[in-house]
């Protein structure tokens, strides 16, 4: 084969329309070999002569996209220095833009010999493991452009790709579990329904399936074992052909922009699948150990381990942090993503041993002018020692709150002591943010993730019943905040199943009508349920697909409504604290942004947050200066109430004067009890359910017409105005409908 000696740069296999350039960075190997195969699995070894920079790099004339390959490093092993090269293993290209094929876990993909860590196995690994593929570069985007949705209008949806569509009715089985099954009409249709402005993606980096998991017939089914930081995975593709993943990628990028949903992939990067000391040989092990992985300082065979997976991903090396933001650039650039959930973002903060907001990745990533542009999602924990971060990450990111997961799952169960953190998770966590200068958005809000109960779960489940997991019921978080409504599991019991759904509509309404930006786990709207399982991590079934036969389509309606309200008033997502000032209002003083309501409407002062079994609260919201918006115009909204009673009794709650409104009418009652009540004046009584919310806005009379004939001549020729209370109708409607029975 002609052998040209082409560019260390770019990194990775790229395809120019005439031949490909391979470049790799290695400064552990004394020599490297390129290794081509062809459709029968026959090796051909061109060892690369040109090296810049540890970079080995060739360009081969005549190679064409769907050319598989991988790399062979010869060079010194031993482990004890942090040194592992192995020229008997295959080793997959760290930008392999695809890959193909799997493995199959055996001896061959150990460098040492089963029994013996010390020792130096021969066995050849590339029969057993997957490759490297060269991809082509082309795609018609046809114009493609990025929603751009601001923070505060935002509405997360995280998914995960096959469990999302996997028995959708409407989607051809072909196309089930792939990325075409999202880009399908009918899941577009039903994410544009709720009002999703972003789907966040469970990790679609090519990963890896564990052996221990594949020996007990589970698999790695949420992706958190990624061995390809640029690869999109394989099995998520309908095709067959090697590299076509990418291109379908893109297509459903492409869609889901055209129906203005941006893409945020959640990625792993702080840790690969090759484990610890005693894991195996797959690519950035023995290209260059001690460049990808931080070691132990004295050990260099052990590996430090902040991710409770055997190794962490060294962002003290140059070569590592470029493999990151290269990475980084690469989905923003190539394949239009528009963000990025980091998995155990805090390990990538270790730049030494503590977190450090001010470490290299984080400069690095606040200098990019690309990756600085697009949403940066932290989760803000690691397992490591000082790992819980929640609020102290940079100001170019936002968080998920873990401290409004917590706050509000205790409050509607009814927990001692939650009113006062309930209302700060509530007002968007300025606790948390307002400090570091920035804003609601920062807090990432979510009652519920992939991690964890379902939302039907978190009502139906006080204890965790993972038994299918192969552990003895001992993995999965033990305290989660559930509450089973007085029975443990399915029932047939219809009170206790209208307590139950009336749960699950009040953490949705919560959830959408807090400040900050509200996440939303696939499946909650449809009322999902992993029957008490609450790490399902390892079930690629049933188990964790969204069932769509036995969707709670009235549940599906009741986020809807609830989306559309938020989406309508601006007092719902600001993009500024509230200020709550004055605190303590002298008579004839203007009515602050925000007021916390006592049961008999007087305006609570600190004294009164200090109840233990205080479980009842009003919020006023000021319409009157909302924020600004891009021109720096004043913003102006309805005025707003909300009553949230997690008792177990029902709460007379007597309405503020006619300074806060004249009059308000009910838009949401989760118990159902207040539709179609009409009009509650200023000073009377409502009362409130127990376990229920209540959300009034401010009662504008609609406008009185004159029905002359000499008046309809003049409005013939304009369209008449839609009525002021519009959104009425619909959000009231979905409202007081029971949930659907369990199976």
């Not at 402005?197 to 089914?221: C, M, W």
């Not at 990025?340 to 606040?366: G, H, I, K, P, T």
């Not at 943010?433 to 990432?444: L, N």
Request: charged residues 20%; negative net charge.
């Amino acid at each position: 084969m002609e052998v040209w000696m082409g560019s260390p740069y770019p990194l990775g296999a790229t395809y120019d329309g005439s031949g490909t350039n391979f470049a790799v960075f290695s400064e552990a190997a004394s020599a490297v070999y390129l290794c081509l195969f062809d459709e029968d699995g026959v090796e051909q070894r061109i060892r690369l002569e040109a090296v810049d920079g540890f970079v080995w790099h060739c360009y081969l004339p005549h190679v064409l996209p769907g050319q598989l390959y991988g790399y062979r490093m010869d060079g010194p092993y031993n482990p004890a220095q942090g040194l592992r090269c192995n020229p008997n293993k295959l080793l997959m290209d760290p930008y392999a833009k695809a890959m193909s094929g799997s493995i199959t876990w055996g001896q061959p993909m150990f460098s040492y010999n089963f029994g013996d860590p010390a020792s130096f196995n021969t066995d050849d690994s590339a029969p057993s493991t997957m490759r490297s593929v060269v991809i082509s570069p082309f795609f018609d985007w046809q114009h493609d452009r990025p929603p751009r949705v601001p923070y505060n209008d935002t509405l997360i949806y995280e998914a995960h790709v096959k469990g999302l569509t996997m028995t959708h009715p409407e989607v051809p089985e072909e196309e089930r579990g792939t990325y075409a099954g999202i880009a399908h009409p009918a899941v577009i249709e039903h994410l544009q329904k709720l009002g999703v402005t972003a789907i966040e993606l469970l990790p679609v980096h090519q990963f890896v399936h564990d052996s221990v998991l594949e020996d007990r017939g589970l698999k790695n089914y949420w992706g958190y074992n990624t061995i390809g930081f640029f690869a999109p995975h394989e099995s998520y593709s309908s095709s067959t052909r090697p590299g076509q993943q990418v291109q379908e990628f893109k297509a459903m990028v492409r869609s889901l922009h055209a129906a203005g949903i941006e893409v945020i992939l959640d990625v792993v990067y702080n840790h690969t699948a090759e484990g610890n000391h005693m894991g195996p040989t797959l690519s950035f092990k023995g290209i260059d150990n001690q460049a990808y992985y931080r070691l132990v300082e004295h050990e260099k065979q052990h590996y430090l381990d902040y991710t409770g997976t055997g190794n962490t991903i060294n962002v003290r090396h140059p070569h590592a942090l470029q493999l990151l933001m290269d990475s980084l650039r690469y989905w923003v650039l190539e394949m239009h993503v528009d963000g990025f959930r980091f998995d155990l973002a805090s390990a990538l903060a270790r730049e030494f041993y503590e977190v450090d907001r001010l470490s290299s990745f984080f400069d690095l990533v606040q200098q990019d002018p690309v990756v600085s542009q697009v949403k940066l999602i932290a989760e803000p924990w690691d397992v490591g020692p000082g790992g819980y971060q929640v609020g102290n990450f940079p100001p170019l990111w936002t968080e998920w709150n873990g401290k409004y997961r917590d706050a509000v799952r205790d409050f509607w169960r009814g927990a001692p002591a939650t009113l006062g953190e309930f209302a700060s998770r509530l007002a968007g966590s300025s606790d948390l943010y307002e400090s570091s200068g920035r804003r609601p958005v920062a807090s990432i809000n979510f009652v519920t993730a992939h991690d964890g109960f379902t939302l039907r779960d978190l009502v139906s489940y006080n204890s965790k019943h993972n038994e299918a997991n192969g552990e003895n019921n001992n993995d999965g978080e033990s305290h989660n905040r559930s509450w089973n409504c007085c029975v443990e599991g399915p029932t047939d019991d219809p009170e206790i199943l209208a307590l139950r759904a009336r749960q699950q509509r009040n953490f949705l309404a919560t959830l959408l009508l807090s400040q900050g930006v509200p996440m939303v786990a696939h499946g909650d709207e449809l009322g999902r349920t992993q029957y008490g399982n609450n790490n399902a991590y390892c079930h690629d079934s049933p188990l964790s697909w969204i069932n769509w036969d036995a969707a709670d389509q009235p549940l599906n309606e009741f986020l809807a409504a609830v989306c559309t309200l938020r989406r309508e008033h601006p007092t719902f997502r600001r993009n500024r604290f509230f200020e709550g000032r004055p605190v303590r209002r002298a008579l004839g003083q203007p009515l602050p942004d925000i007021v916390w309501l006592n049961r008999d409407a007087s305006e609570m002062v600190p004294e009164d947050w200090g109840n233990p079994l205080a479980r009842a609260l009003g919020v006023f919201y000021n319409g009157e200066a909302v924020g600004k918006d891009h021109r720096g115009r004043v913003i102006r909204d309805h005025n707003f109430l909300l009553y949230c009673n997690s008792g177990d009794e029902p709460v007379d709650f007597t309405l503020p004067g006619a300074e806060y409104a004249p009059a308000w009418e009910q838009l949401i009652d989760t118990a159902g009890e207040h539709a179609g009540t009409g009009i509650l004046e200023a000073g009377g009584t409502v009362k409130l359910a127990w376990k229920s919310l209540l959300v009034l806005r401010a009662y504008t009379p609609p406008e009185k017409r004159d029905h002359s004939v000499a008046a309809s001549l003049a409005l013939q020729s304009a369209a008449a105005p839609e009525p002021a209370n519009a959104p009425l109708t619909q959000v009231a409607s979905s409202m007081g409908r029971p949930g659907r029975t369990e199976e």
